[in-house]
Every structure is written in C-alpha cells, then in structure tokens.
C-alpha cells in the first residue's frame, strides 16, 4: 500500500543543477512507513535497461551508482516521509525518466531493482547540450 510519487524534473542545461523529490505515503503489510527502508533512486532512458543511481539507508548513509557518484547526492527527510535526489554537473546522458523506490526488506542495502517493490511514476529529466 506504500506509494510513492515523485517531482522536480525538467530541462536543465548542461552543467546545471536540479533537484528531484519522493513523497511517500501509506504503510506496508508489517506496518511500517517508507522511512524505515532504504530508498533509492533509478533511471531509465528510451532503448536502455534501468539503472541504479543511489540509495540511502534509515539513518542515512548513501551509496551511488558509478556513473553520478560525486555528482548526484541523495538524502531523506524521515520525519516527512521523503528522499531527494540533488543532481548536479548535469550532462546529456543524465536525460532519463527518474523512479524513486522503496526496498522489499526495510534496511537492506542493493541496486537491483528487483529488491525493490515499490516504485513511483517516474519524473522526467531533460539535459541539453
């Protein structure tokens, strides 16, 4: 019953910045809110598969994917059910609908999607050349 739902995305010019967010709400079958699992946030470009951009543990230790680490930081508001994507030094392979989503196992750390079953609608990221 978890969903998530995500905003922030546009078009951005190379090198720029945006900042995308992940509003969560409702609980699991054990009960629990969206902030007692890791989040993470993936991608998807047109023709590709969906990779791993970050994730973020309940007490907020991070960990990225190759191709945005130190450039991407994410970061959640457990209080207010919600994780954020900062996404800086933008470049044209960034373009890409963003997911958030939530993991299947509370504080289980992975970038496989299939560890994750809750996903939100997908926000779109535009970066031109």
């Known amino acids: 019953q978890v969903q998530l739902v995500e905003s922030g995305g546009g078009l951005v010019q190379a090198g720029g910045s945006l900042r995308l967010s992940c509003a969560a709400s409702?609980?699991?079958?054990?009960?629990?809110?969206?902030?007692?699992?890791?989040m993470g946030w993936f991608r998807q470009a047109p023709g590709k598969e969906r990779e791993f951009v970050a994730g973020i543990r309940w007490h907020g230790s991070t960990y990225y994917g190759d191709s945005v680490k130190g450039r991407f930081t994410i970061s959640r508001d457990n209080a207010e059910n919600t994780v954020y994507l900062e996404m800086n030094s933008l470049k044209p392979e960034d373009t890409a609908v963003y997911y958030c989503?939530?993991?299947?196992?509370?504080?289980?750390?992975?970038?496989?999607?299939?560890?994750?079953?809750?996903w939100g609608q997908g926000t779109q990221v535009t970066v031109s050349s």
């Open positions: 989503a939530m993991s299947r196992y509370g504080d289980y750390v992975s970038q496989w999607s299939r560890d994750f079953g809750s």
């Open positions: 409702g609980r699991t079958a054990s009960a629990r809110t969206a902030s007692s699992y890791v």
